[in-house]
């Protein structure tokens, strides 16, 4: 069965500082597709950044990158130059072959103090 | 990205009357929609999936005489609680895949509705 792992319920950070967000995944798939999910408290769920699992390099949006692993199936997010604005719920997420629905995390709360 | 547009945001109904919730995509075509329960300070549990044209693929405990799943177009999908409960009262959220070739891509996700049963 494939599964998604967050193993830190909560998070905290100080404004403009860097923070990283843990994710591990396990498939027995090869090509999958790999995201994380913010959810701020009006609940819409907004892409963050996405990953496909074939391209080595790690992707980036802006503040955003993430530490993609395959070996060890990890897949970190890092904020950089946190903005309150970021204070949200964070979902790691993974599409893979022939399963059809996203599998998600319990997700990581994250605040981000000024 | 593509835009997915679920209607209405918010609800209240009375106990035993049934409720729709319809999710839209509206600058592409969705053959598979998804829809979600998320329980307060919890993650999105999958209900089923519907695809366009056949019935829906429901989750194991979700009740298919419930939650009656329609996807008549490629565009939309609808959900209807029927015979509402307070212990109905949720967050219910739909999401559109992207599909190339054999996989899906890409997910984009509706506003979502809120439930309340009275």
């Known amino acids: 069965a494939q599964t998604v792992t967050q193993s830190q319920p909560e998070m905290s950070v100080q404004e403009a500082e860097t923070v990283t967000l843990s994710c591990t995944y396990d498939?027995?798939?090869?090509?999958?597709?790999l995201f994380w999910y913010k959810q701020p408290p009006s609940r819409q769920m907004i892409l963050v950044i996405r990953?496909?699992?074939?391209?080595?390099q790690n992707a980036t949006e802006n503040r955003f990158s993430v530490n993609f692993q395959k070996a060890a199936k990890s897949f970190s997010l890092k904020i950089s130059d946190s903005q309150l604005g970021d204070t949200a719920m964070y979902f790691c997420?993974?599409?893979?072959?022939?399963?059809?629905?996203?599998?998600f995390g319990k997700g990581t709360k994250l605040s981000v103090k000024p | 990205g593509a835009v997915v547009s679920q209607h209405p945001s918010w609800v209240i109904c009375k106990s035993g009357t049934s409720v729709k919730i319809e999710c839209r995509s509206l600058?592409?075509?969705?053959?598979?929609m998804f829809w979600y329960r998320q329980f307060p300070k919890q993650s999105l549990m999958l209900m089923a999936t519907?695809?366009?044209?056949?019935?829906?693929?429901?989750e194991q405990g979700v009740e298919k005489d419930k939650f009656l799943i329609n996807h008549a177009s490629l565009t939309l999908s609808t959900l209807t609680v029927t015979s509402a409960h307070p212990e109905d009262s949720s967050f219910y959220i739909c999401?559109?895949?992207?599909?190339?070739?054999?996989?899906?891509?890409?997910?984009?996700f509706g506003q979502g509705t809120r439930l309340t049963v009275v």
């Open positions: 498939t027995s798939e090869n090509n999958y597709y």
């Open positions: 990953q496909e699992a074939y391209k080595q």
């Open positions: 997420a993974f599409y893979g072959g022939s399963q059809g629905n996203l599998i």
């Open positions: 600058d592409f075509q969705a053959t598979t």
């Open positions: 999401s559109a895949a992207i599909r190339r070739g054999s996989m899906n891509t890409e997910a984009f």
């Open positions: 519907s695809n366009e044209g056949s019935k829906a693929t429901y």
